[in-house]
């Protein structure tokens, strides 16, 4: 087997009782099959405990105003302090651990949605780097699985990190480039001409791409408003209506945060420390891409993916600029804007990624060409 996993995965550490956003409430625990067995054979008074504070139907931990049973007042678990890590779930064994998982391949990431990761991630100075490492243990095949088409895919997001990494490059420019390979790369899966995607990648890594997107984005950009770009961002933050609530302030936050953003005329300053944090935009867009563009693999939306990463991107940006808006930051003021983008990357994040329902949303409404197309996205670039 084999793992690949960024290079900054063993800086994290947990903080346990000193979070500010416990991972211990505000969503539902499932319980693997194996730790079940456990808990229903465990004696005692954390057994007694575990046999009431588990929904054994729905394979889940009871929960009280939001918070897991076992999360104790000081924000500690009661599972931890009585067994170790022994007794915990799969479920918090693996957080803030993410594992996307491929034929003889598992990828391992760091959730965003973790405080501790957030501040990890947008705190980055240089590009993240990709480490392997092998494993030999047992495997089963999958008859089924696209080996030349995730080959493909590997090819092509190695592509997109160079491209995205190049910091010769406006981070907008990055973006609408592996936009638009992402695009020409979905022309051919859905013509089934997987034997052209080398020829797309060849022409995307060329020097002169950069230059050419660049002049495109640029010409596009000069022929809309301020209106029209206003209501493009109505429509991204539409997005939202459609998805499921899975922390009670979130919805008052994320309208607070829209509220801000369209009632800014005077942009200038927050433009201004937007250009600073270019390095932070190109790391969460990279997490995404890292995260889920592979994972085309199994349902064919290689550019549909490419989009959610670049909506992400575009919208923890827009997001992070109307906090600072009304934090009343100023430009002396650049470490408390990351301290602003690092709050509001993990909000995203625990809402949309943790929610199969609000992800398969957002890909249902990003394949929509006509609202979430190529020119909609170069509006915000």
Wanted: proline residues 2%.
């Amino acid at each position: 087997m084999e793992y690949i996993f960024p290079d900054y995965y063993w800086n994290f550490q947990c903080v346990a009782d000193q979070c500010p956003d416990t991972c211990c409430a505000g969503w539902q625990i499932e319980i693997d099959k194996k730790s079940l067995k456990k808990y229903k054979n465990t004696k005692g008074i954390i057994g007694n405990r575990l046999h009431n504070e588990i929904d054994w139907r729905e394979k889940i931990f009871r929960q009280y105003d939001g918070r897991c049973a076992f999360l104790n007042d000081n924000d500690l678990c009661d599972l931890y302090l009585e067994g170790g890590e022994d007794m915990f779930c799969k479920t918090c064994k693996t957080y803030p651990r993410h594992i996307e998982e491929y034929e003889g391949l598992k990828e391992i990431s760091l959730s965003l949605s973790c405080p501790v990761v957030a501040n990890i991630i947008v705190g980055l100075k240089e590009p993240v780097r990709f480490l392997e490492r092998h494993r030999e243990c047992p495997q089963k095949e999958d008859e089924k699985f696209d080996f030349l088409l995730f080959s493909k895919l590997e090819d092509a997001r190695d592509v997109a990190f160079r491209i995205l990494q190049d910091r010769s490059l406006k981070i907008n420019t990055r973006i609408a480039m592996v936009l638009g390979m992402a695009h020409d790369l979905q022309l051919r899966l859905d013509k089934n001409a997987t034997f052209e995607i080398d020829d797309v990648l060849q022409r995307y890594a060329k020097d002169t791409t950069p230059k050419r997107f660049e002049e495109k984005r640029q010409k596009e950009n000069k022929q809309f408003t301020t209106f029209e770009q206003k209501k493009c961002l109505r429509t991204f933050f539409s997005v939202f209506q459609n998805l499921e609530i899975l922390k009670p302030d979130w919805k008052t936050y994320l309208n607070e945060r829209k509220k801000v953003a369209f009632a800014s005329k005077d942009t200038s300053q927050v433009n201004e420390i937007d250009k600073e944090c270019e390095d932070i935009w190109e790391q969460i867009m990279v997490y995404f891409v890292y995260t889920y563009f592979c994972g085309a693999v199994y349902d064919g939306r290689a550019y549909t993916r490419m989009k959610f990463s670049a909506f992400s991107t575009i919208m923890i940006r827009e997001l992070s600029k109307s906090l600072w808006i009304s934090n009343q930051r100023t430009c002396e003021e650049p470490k408390k804007f990351v301290q602003d983008i690092a709050e509001v990357t993990r909000r995203y994040a625990r809402e949309m990624e943790h929610s199969d329902f609000n992800k398969n949303k957002a890909f249902e409404l990003l394949d929509d060409e006509q609202e979430f197309g190529l020119q909609s996205f170069f509006l915000f670039l």
